[in-house]
């Protein structure tokens, strides 16, 4: 835990009037009007027709003393109270609740019992032994009764932050950082269960390498490989690192190697970190979500993103992450029980979108819940349109590639300035740039450009339904007094679920026959002036050459491609030589080459193309450099974008230059 405060501290830091309070509030909508804190949620699996809703708790601090509060929701918010957990211990105090469902039998339980777990007594003085206790559910959380202790201190040390999942034996598992360990500020630890009722001796998980280090705020999940991933932050660290969040894996659940190691950070690829109370999620799409309370830059600054995203991995936790929008901004996340503090997350059941209830301080000084929900960006770019009312597409003015052109609507025409890109980092992107709101300005009325892709908030967007939420500001993308006429330009506004913001993504996957998996084709050049070339391979580069059926026949068969589902994406395409087996266009270093398959992430992704229709025929986008195309330059195959820093980026043709027309092919 980050910082141990008495129950009295807690609450006059959740409750305090006038105490001082960010300028810019969480985004999302309040769970209710009550001082809140350490929110869980689990969505419902195991539970009948209950099955779908979003059960969450919190702890609350009533004149009676602290209690969890049950709120349901069956449309991923609103929340309604539904149930309280009362537990008399928790009048020493209540601390770091947690809340789970059983996905399977155990013991007596039967599948979809809920469990409700805290840390209890930590204000019962120099003498207090507190403890982690358990109760059950089985009305879908109105009631609750006692069902058993975790475990109990043997001396004064705190027991904190219990998380339970169950391991590849079927057993119930609660990890929570223990203080109690003599020789050590705090560890990890683990204890099982068979049937709910009675618990293994306490086992350490985490120790860090120093006594005096604080491994913390473990989370659990299992993740689509079957293995597991726990996720923790190490305070006690010093330095910029101190509280960074790290992790371990596990084969079963339940061994996790040497307790002393020191475990890598949670990274992105350009050395962005997370630090203090992580929690996870997984989708049903197979991606790994970690939010924690604040994000750092590699140097140790706080980053731009910092209380405005989470993390995300699409490799069961192996390798590096990338930051996506969260649903629940908090601008001002900094150190204490409230901004940010140990949010949670539920992804839904099909794994297109996600939920999450964060803390944070409110206008009169009450630390509250809010709560949001919004569709996850897609784990590859993917191509489209931005649909406005009356046959109107979102659209960059004059046909701009430059930093600051605006963006406006104009009817719908296909044209290169209304192709848009859902990028996996939330942002959207047409003609290289990305939908930007200047200045990162918050207010309504904000006119919209677009502008250098930065990876900040100004660039990063949710979609809630057919709406465009820019989660720093809190407002939509908003067509001014609903008007259609070309030219108007787009503003942020705040958000009202009116025909002016409504702008659905109309994903352009619409394959040309002969580029579907299973068709062999080959590629011609449709600048004008060139259409008696085709692309080929020669000497193992990407060319364009002058051919027609009557060609030599190897020169032809240079020029023929198998088409395959997309090795990274398979809503894409690969394009397989016909005469060197094994052998892809891919490209490297921008340059479009033949070369040999190769198992592993980057050469999947750089033999990947996604098609896009286009006047004429197809042009075709990396997967992995979302704002470059196949073009051919000076009769070479490069990957390009327009106004890029490469002489084969020059805008000039481009349009033209990275049009393809799949006919038959030149050989059989």
């Known amino acids: 835990m980050v910082t141990i405060l008495a129950l009295t501290g807690v609450v006059a830091a959740l409750t305090a009037p006038g105490a001082a309070r960010p300028a810019t509030a969480a985004s999302g909508t309040p769970v209710d009007s009550q001082a809140a804190l350490y929110p869980r949620a689990v969505r419902l699996t195991n539970s009948g027709t209950a099955n779908g809703r979003v059960i969450l708790t919190v702890t609350q601090f009533p004149a009676g003393g602290p209690v969890a509060g049950i709120y349901e929701s069956t ?14 211990v928790a009048r020493q105090g209540l601390c770091c609740s947690t809340l789970f469902e059983l996905p399977r039998p155990l013991g007596g339980l039967p599948a979809g019992t809920l469990l409700w777990a805290g840390s209890v007594g930590q204000d019962g003085g120099i003498d207090r032994r507190m403890s982690i206790r358990v109760w059950a559910s089985n009305d879908v959380g109105r009631t609750w009764r006692y069902l058993s202790t975790v475990a109990q201190a043997s001396n004064a040390g705190g027991l904190w932050e219990p998380e339970f999942f169950v391991d590849a034996a079927g057993r119930l598992v609660a990890h929570l950082a223990d203080e109690s360990q003599p020789g050590r500020s705090q560890v990890l630890v683990q204890s099982i269960s068979t049937d709910g009722l009675t618990w293994s001796p306490r086992s350490p998980i985490v120790t860090g390498p120093q006594p005096g280090h604080r491994p913390g705020m473990p989370a659990v999940r299992r993740m689509p490989d079957g293995t597991y991933l726990l996720a923790y932050e190490v305070c006690g660290f010093g330095g910029q690192y101190d509280c960074a969040v790290r992790f371990r894996t596990s084969a079963d659940g339940t061994t996790w190697g040497d307790p002393a190691r020191l475990d890598p ?104 819940a809010y709560s949001a929900s919004a569709l996850l960006p897609p784990a590859s770019a993917r191509p489209g349109r931005l649909a406005g009312a009356a046959g109107t597409c ?275």
């Open 75 to 88: 449309t991923d918010g609103p929340f309604r109270r539904v149930g309280t957990v009362t537990d008399p």
């Open 394 to 668: 979102v659209d960059v003015a004059g046909g701009g590639t430059a930093n600051g052109a605006a963006v406006q609507l104009w009817q719908c025409n296909d044209a290169p300035v209304q192709r848009w890109t859902l990028r996996p980092d939330g942002s959207i992107g047409a003609q290289g740039r990305c939908l930007d709101v200047p200045g990162m300005a918050t207010g309504a009325g904000t006119r919209l450009q677009i502008w250098e892709c930065n990876g900040s908030p100004a660039q990063q967007w949710l979609r809630r339904g057919d709406a465009l939420v820019n989660p720093n500001s809190g407002r939509c993308l908003d067509a001014p007094g609903g008007a259609t006429a070309n030219g108007t330009r787009l503003q942020l506004w705040d958000c009202n679920g009116l025909a002016p913001q409504r702008f659905p993504f109309v994903t352009a996957v619409d394959h040309p026959p002969q580029l579907r998996a299973g068709s062999t084709v080959s590629l011609r050049v449709t600048t004008p002036g060139f259409t008696d070339r085709y692309l080929r391979h020669r000497n193992f580069l990407a060319v364009t050459s002058v051919l027609d059926t009557g060609s030599a026949e190897p020169d032809r068969r240079d020029a023929t491609f198998r088409v395959q589902s997309g090795l990274a994406d398979p809503t894409c395409v690969s394009l397989a030589a016909v005469n060197i087996a094994g052998a892809y266009l891919r490209h490297r270093d921008f340059r479009v080459r033949l070369e040999s398959f190769t198992d592993t992430a980057l050469f999947r992704a750089d033999a990947t193309f996604c098609p896009e229709s286009a006047p004429g025929g197809v042009r075709l986008r990396s997967v992995n450099l979302t704002d470059r195309y196949l073009r051919h330059y000076d009769a070479a195959g490069y990957v390009a974008e327009p106004g890029g820093g490469n002489a084969f980026d020059n805008p000039a043709h481009f349009d033209d230059d990275t049009v393809w027309q799949p006919t038959g092919p030149l050989a059989p």
């Open 265 to 368: 950070l949670v990274q992105t690829a350009d050395g962005r970190y997370l630090t203090a109370t992580p929690t996870l999620a997984t989708t049903a799409t197979g991606r790994v979500l970690l939010v924690a309370q604040r994000v750092r830059n590699a140097d140790g600054t706080e980053a731009v993103l910092n209380g405005r995203a989470l993390f995300v991995n699409l490799d069961n936790g192996r390798g590096s992450w990338y930051p996506v929008p969260a649903p629940v901004a908090v601008p001002d996340a900094r150190p204490g029980v409230c901004p940010n503090y140990s949010s949670t997350l539920v992804s839904s059941a099909d794994g297109s979108s996600l939920s999450q209830v964060s803390t944070d301080d409110a206008a009169d000084g009450t630390c509250r």
